[in-house]
Each structure stands twice: as C-alpha cells, then as structure tokens.
C-alpha cells in the first residue's frame, strides 16, 4: 500500500502542549497555556444553556445545511444565505475550498510565514506553492501580486496574520484586490477579525459585493471561545460558495456546534467582555516589553509576537519548566516566540517568568 505520494513528507500537525501532559511530565500543579490563541474568560453563557437544551437530541443528525444558525448569520452580517458556508472550525472552510479549486496542475500564493495549514491542505492537492516572505512580519502585497500568474487558482491572506499580529489596512487591501485577476480566488482568513481596534483595519465582508474572487473565513474558536466545539464559517459570492459546498461533508457542522454558535451570535455582553478584556491585556503586554527593551510586532489580534534575543525553543523549554507555555520555533524568526493574551493573572505570571529566563541568560540586566 502507497498513499499518495505528495503526502508523504507531510508532517502530522503538533498542537500546541495540552496542559495535562505538561502537568504530568514536569510534575507541575500549575501550568498556563498561552500557545493557542484561545479566550481565557471562556464563552457565552448562552451558548451552554443552548447546548444543555439541547443535549437530548444527539441521537438524531444534525441539520447538514445549518438553516437556523445560517439564517441568524446572514441577517447580521447583512448577506444572503447563500453567501455563507459552515465548517468543522474554519480549517475545515481552508480544507475544502483546497478541494475544490487545486490540482497538481495549480498554483497558489501565501505569505511566509503564515497560518500553517494553507500550506499543508494545498500540499495534499498537490498544487505548486508559491511562497513570499512577510516584509517587517506582514504581507507584501506588491511581491504577492507579482506572483500571480495564470496558473495561480488561489491566494491566501491572513488578516490579522498568525504568527506575527500584522493586520493589512483598508486601502492597501483594496488596491491590491483591484488589481488581482479576476480567476484568482483571495482568501481573507479573519480569524481574529473581532479582537483588532485599529481604525485602518477593514471589514472583508464589506467588500464582497465588490470583489466577486474574495471569500472571507471567520471562526467561533477564537473571540467567541468555542475551539473545542469546531465551528467556522465562510463568506462570499454565492457561486463561490456553492463550488466550496459540492465537497462538503454531509454533516461536517454538530448539533452542540451549531446551537452555541447561534447563541453566541446574539451574545453581545460576552463579545464586548472578551474584546475589553483583550484590549487591556494586550496593552499591558506592549507595556512591559517595552519596560523589558524587547522588540515586538504590534498585536492585533489576541496574541502578540515578541524578540527575546536568543534561540525562541531555549525559551520556550524554560518558560515550561515554570509552568508556562507558549509556542516557539518560527522558521524567519527563530529568536521570537508567539504568546496569547491571557487574563490578568496569567499576563503578570508570563511576564515575571520571561523576565526570570531572560536574566538567568543575561539577556535583561
Ligand atoms: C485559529 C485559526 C483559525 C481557526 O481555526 P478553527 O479551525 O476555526 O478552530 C483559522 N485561521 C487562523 C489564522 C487561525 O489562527
């Protein structure tokens, strides 16, 4: 037996280090995970009491189509219904369109570095990839474009971008998608859309009208907590969306996923709670990296990536000993580590940690 041969060399995704195992191994009682990008408040109040209602209904399959939760999205956002397409977290979103639009005789245009898992899905359809180094930790759109030619069916940009926080402005954005051809599909993956307060940031679902190739991806795992429950969406123009459906799994969306997510669609208390919360973390991070002398990206998002001068896996091995993790290893930024916002608490302990590492190896006096 052979699998295909262009998967071969693929890695298996390594998470970020679950809590338990860490406890277990370092024989910690107390260990904080900032390496996911997930919220610490957890989520919507009225997510779990729409789950609890619904729990006695899982021996029946869920609504492959997620009318309702379909419905209650189109209206906030103010698109049709068939402008919107659900998936297993928005991975399963980046899965699918991969499905649809790439073969071997494809190319496909992504930052480097990026979110990981364009890459890996392009590469199980074996399409050629096309990889343009990030220009101060964001896109280069002018390099980007210049890639583009008439093999390339797909066009990835992460906004805000995993690792680096970057976000690409308004005009920038516009521009560039004036000038990307029309058989070229851009994917604005908006993961962290909710948590950005910058005012030059825009909103991908306000631009569809104008660009038919753009399809927006967003997710219920970050600002609105339900990584665990694995739901996602995307936006776009409905032909768009129709081919991304023709190889969606019947029921690739649970019941629990779709009734918390609709619930959480119309929690706005806990959305303003999160985005507060965020807010001041973020700031209070900035802040003592710039007490401590370390160079960072500015995070939009919910997470932050910080230089601390010295090999990024020496530190990441040291904060774990203290309980802490976070995620290291970037490939162009091998001194830098990646850390999520996290509540207060959390926050102070990653920065009394850091600050202990960094002068036990003399990098901070
Ligand atoms: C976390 C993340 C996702 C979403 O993952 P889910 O599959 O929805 O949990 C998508 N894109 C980026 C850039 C992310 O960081």
């Known amino acids: 037996m052979?699998?295909?041969?262009?998967i071969m060399h693929l890695p298996v995704y390594q998470p970020g280090k679950p809590i338990e195992d860490v406890k277990r191994e370092l024989g910690l009682d107390d260990v904080i995970k900032l390496a996911s990008n997930e919220n610490p408040i957890g989520y919507s109040p009225k997510a779990k009491a729409a789950m609890l209602d619904e729990i006695d209904r899982l021996n029946i399959y869920p609504d492959g189509a997620s009318v309702e939760l379909t419905a209650v999205l189109a209206k906030k956002l103010?698109?049709?219904?068939?402008?919107?397409?659900?998936?297993t977290g928005s991975s399963d979103i980046i899965l699918m369109i991969c499905r649809a639009y790439l073969t071997s005789a494809d190319e496909t245009v992504m930052a480097d570095e990026t979110f990981s898992q364009y890459k890996h899905n392009c590469e199980?359809?074996?399409?050629?990839i096309v990889e343009v180094p990030l220009k101060e930790g964001k896109h280069d759109l002018d390099a980007m474009l210049e890639a583009v030619n008439e093999r390339t069916k797909v066009l990835w940009i992460c906004n805000p971008n995993n690792p680096t926080g970057t976000i690409v402005e308004h005009e920038e954005l516009v521009q560039f998608l004036t000038k990307v051809p029309g058989h070229v599909l851009v994917v604005l993956d908006e993961a962290y859309c909710e948590y950005v307060t910058d005012e030059q940031y825009t909103d991908g679902t306000k631009l569809l009208e104008q660009f038919p190739n753009l399809v927006v991806l967003r997710t219920f795992s970050k600002v609105y907590g339900l990584a665990a429950n694995r739901i996602g969406y995307g936006i776009g123009a409905a032909p768009v969306i129709r081919a991304i459906n023709q190889v969606r799994e019947p029921f690739n969306t649970g019941r629990l996923a779709q009734v918390a997510a609709k619930a959480s669609l119309l929690d706005d208390e806990f959305l303003t709670r999160s985005r507060a919360a965020n807010s001041a973390g973020r700031d209070y991070l900035h802040a003592q990296f710039d007490r401590m002398g370390l160079q960072y990206f500015e995070g939009h998002g919910n997470f932050i990536m910080v230089d601390v001068r010295t090999p990024s896996m020496q530190i990441f091995d040291r904060l774990l000993r203290k309980g802490i993790i976070i995620r290291a290893g970037w490939k162009h930024y091998p001194n830098s580590i990646r850390v999520s916002v996290g509540n207060e608490e959390q926050n102070a302990k990653f920065i009394q940690a850091l600050e202990e590492v960094l002068t036990e190896l003399a990098v901070l006096q």
């Open 2 to 6: 052979q699998p295909k041969q262009n």
């Open 78 to 87: 103010g698109v049709a219904e068939n402008q919107l397409i659900f998936g």
């Open 124 to 128: 199980v359809e074996n399409a050629k």
